[in-house]
């Protein structure tokens, strides 16, 4: 007995997919959390006890576990249902099946534009029920082109299949529909995996004495493949495992096909083919890549005929189509008014195409390209940066360009890259670039040993001396930044462009300092930001790098120690044009020049006789300057310190000192204020003149011309021996 195994058989992409992802949660998770799945996995007992064994147990609803990690079964469910998860604190993992998903956004895409869904499969299927969420549950659901028949038919019908359906009872119900509606969208959501399967399936029966069809028997794909085969006449036999197979099937047979389910694992496939050998000396014989090949083409040729449901999304639904394919239509009583046909077209390898992104994870993108099935992008064909996080390099709802690198139409499977899609894009505007001297904008996406990396299509590096005109000691600010860029090397053989971004300030710079020195007029204000700061005065950036000096001097209208005391780098001020030099390239700023003279309005505020309080500024030795105000000192002369001699001012005040001072005198025109100290305390008393002595000479009559040094006091010879003992003390 020959076996032939049917092509394609056992798992499919969404399968693999899930169990991928299945797999990878276990190993990060491990038994820190509970780890679920939202009903089976996929419909395929074996495999559902194999991941209970890794302790991976079923919840059929959402809160029958408290906590831990829920995996979204291939399937899919509704948003409710996603929402209800999230809001009871699962971490979920979302293993919907692409084909799902896309037939998800198709139902919610019919239901937003108005139109009257349908859906073709399964009413209790979990897939099924998960796409009449997305319609907010208003989608008709059938099975046969005859329960369309008993439906209350809107005037805008927008029809859609259960992943698994067959093409023909999806075609059935599109034609059943044509002449009852107005308009009439048909999308083809049907798994491209489970037409193949289907149709290699068919293909086989045919030639065969018996078929074995191997999966779950709650897999809604292997039972149709199991009525696929039967309806060809050929004795059909469902089974799950290898232990369920009898001889007696095979007694007299000297052919039997094999095939299996999207959801039955390899093992269980070769343990089927192992135990079916033992009942026959005959070699197992499985199809050979040349006659996959042969059969693929004969099913394109057959579908595209008879079979084929075309969709495109999006797109109004009167489309051109051959005159075959019309006149086909037309006597099949289809109104081209009313059909809508949907060119599905298979990706070429090798294209570049656009596509729109609408799911990212951590190690993939999934791209809609106008196919039964999204596109994915590994991580590592998205970006040319190394470890990226998807989420920086694209967004859900871009648009990007993506070269096909492999269509695996078996699997649905089209491999895709963004980096090489944007590689070939860039080159040539790159090297029109560099030849022009022109610029670019790019952005900042990594830090590496001598520099920044920007993506521009192609790996983009720029040196660190090239990132701006000054050292920068910190490049990491410069990541996310978008920097206007001018190419200094460029090699398309070794993948090497190398950019500045100093040349572009450069330029720049020169540009605006020209325009300066042309421009500004002295008195003009304008604004600047103080980049740096000396002992004599702060440089001031009055735009696009043209710097102007803003002498210490010219700070305020009071004297200055250092400018740190009015401005600190950073600041945002206004300043006065007061100089331009456009030999020695020089720009003279004022700042107190931008407020009004203190010294203008000093005789409101200032009066004779005034009391004020003020900072002593400086001791010299004829006295004290007091500042009042900003701009404003007033002199507190040494003889105005105290009423007592005072013979060094600072033994009486010091720099620093708060001090109440009188107002005695106010001179705008001079600029000068004098103040006194000595006003404000109470004058010594006058000693009292001494009492006659009874003993006492009479006195001289001065005006008789008496000798004045006869009257001289000593004061030593008086107080003398006071003065010697309070020293001694």
């Known amino acids: ?47 559902v006890a194999q991941l209970k064994a890794q302790g991976v147990e079923v919840m059929e609803q959402p809160g029958d576990k408290s906590s831990g990690v829920v995996i979204v079964r291939s399937h899919g469910v509704a948003p409710k249902v996603m929402e209800e998860l999230e809001e009871q604190g699962y971490d ?35 897939e099924v029920q998960a796409i009449l969420g997305y319609t907010d549950e208003t989608a008709h659901i059938v099975s046969t082109p005859q329960e369309i028949r008993k439906l209350p038919i809107a005037s805008r019908v927008g029809i859609i299949a259960q992943t698994t359906q067959s093409v023909s009872n999806f075609k059935a119900c599109v034609n059943e529909l044509a002449g009852m509606v107005e308009d009439l969208r048909a999308f083809d959501t049907i798994c491209t995996a489970t ?34 085969c039967k309806e060809q006449g050929t004795a059909t036999y469902h089974i799950e495992t290898p ?8 007694a007299g047979v000297r052919r039997a096909g094999v095939t299996a389910g999207a959801s039955t694992p390899d093992w269980l496939i070769e343990g089927v083919l192992t135990r079916m050998s033992e009942f026959t000396d005959e070699k197992v014989a499985q199809a050979t890549e040349e006659k996959v090949a042969e059969a693929t083409e004969q099913e394109a040729v057959e579908v595209s005929a008879e079979e084929e449901v075309h969709t495109t999304e999006g797109q109004e639904p009167e489309v051109e189509v051959e005159d075959e394919e019309a006149a086909e239509a037309i006597e099949e009583g289809i109104s081209e008014d009313h059909m809508s046909e949907y060119d599905v077209k298979l990706p070429t390898a090798g294209a570049v195409i656009e596509g729109k992104v609408v799911q990212i994870s951590n190690d993939e993108v999934l791209v809609d390209i106008d196919y039964k099935s999204e596109g994915r ?7 040319f940066i190394s470890n990226a996080n998807p989420e920086d390099i694209v967004s859900v709802g871009d648009e990007i360009l993506v070269k096909v690198l492999k269509v695996d139409d078996s699997e649905g499977n089209v491999l895709l890259s963004k980096k090489r899609a944007d590689a070939d894009q860039s080159w040539e505007k790159l090297e029109n670039l560099f030849e022009t001297g022109g610029t670019l904008t790019a952005k900042v996406m990594q830090v590496v040993k001598g520099g920044l990396l920007v993506n521009v299509g192609v790996r983009g590096f720029i040196p660190a001396s090239h990132v701006s005109r000054g050292f920068e000691d910190d490049l990491q600010k410069y990541i996310g930044q978008e920097l206007e860029l001018k190419i200094i090397e460029l090699d398309r053989s070794k993948n090497n462009v190398v950019f500045s971004h100093k040349e572009v300030l450069e330029e720049q710079h020169a540009k605006a300092k020209a325009e300066a020195f042309a421009n500004l ?42 400018p740190s005391d009015i401005v600190a780098e950073g600041d945002e001020i206004t300043v006065m044009i007061l100089g331009v030099n456009q030999e020695r ?84 025109e001079a600029r000068r204020i004098g103040l ?15 009492a006659p002595s009874r003993n006492r000479q009479p006195q001289p009559d001065l005006s008789e011309g008496t000798d004045n040094e006869e009257l001289t006091t000593n004061l030593g010879a008086m107080f003398g021996d006071l003065f010697k003992d309070t020293k001694d003390e």
């Open 1 to 47: 007995m020959e076996i032939v195994l049917a092509d394609g058989a056992g798992f499919c992409f969404g399968v693999k997919r899930a169990l991928d992802l299945t797999a990878k949660t276990i190993r990060e998770v491990g038994p820190a959390k509970p780890i679920h799945t939202l009903g089976p996995l996929i419909h395929n007992p074996q495999v």
């Open 92 to 126: 979920v993992v979302d293993a919907t099946c692409p084909f799902v998903h896309r037939a998800m956004r198709w139902a919610k895409q019919l239901k937003d534009e108005g139109y009257q869904v349908i859906i073709v499969g399964d009413r209790l299927h979990p």
């Open 195 to 228: 037409e193949q399967r289907q149709t290699s399936a068919w293909e086989l029966a045919a030639q065969v004495d018996v078929m074995v069809v191997i999966g779950g028997r709650n897999s809604a794909n292997t039972k149709r493949l199991a009525e696929l």
């Open 243 to 250: 232990e369920e197979l009898e001889s007696q099937w095979f």
């Open 377 to 383: 992008i590994p991580l590592n064909e998205l970006s």
């Open 521 to 562: 007029q002295e008195g003009e204000k304008v604004k600047g930001i103080v980049r740096r700061l000396t002992d004599f005065g702060a440089f001031v950036d009055i735009g696009d790098g043209v710097e102007g000096l803003l002498h210490v001097s010219e700070m305020a209208y009071s004297r200055v120690n250092h």
């Open 585 to 668: 390239e020089r720009i003279s700023l004022g700042l107190k020049q931008t407020v009004p003279d203190p010294w203008s309005t000093v005789t409101e505020r200032y009066k004779v006789g005034d009391k004020v309080m003020g900072e002593v500024t400086r001791v010299v030795d004829f006295g004290a300057f007091v500042k009042l105000e900003d701009g404003i000192e007033g002199l507190v002369h040494i003889s105005e310190l105290s009423h007592k001699h005072v013979a060094k001012a600072e033994d009486v005040v010091q720099s620093g000192q708060e001090v109440e001072t009188k107002i005695i005198s106010v001179d705008a």
């Open 676 to 690: 006194s100290i000595k006003e404000l305390e109470p004058k010594p008393a006058t000693p009292p003149a001494p």
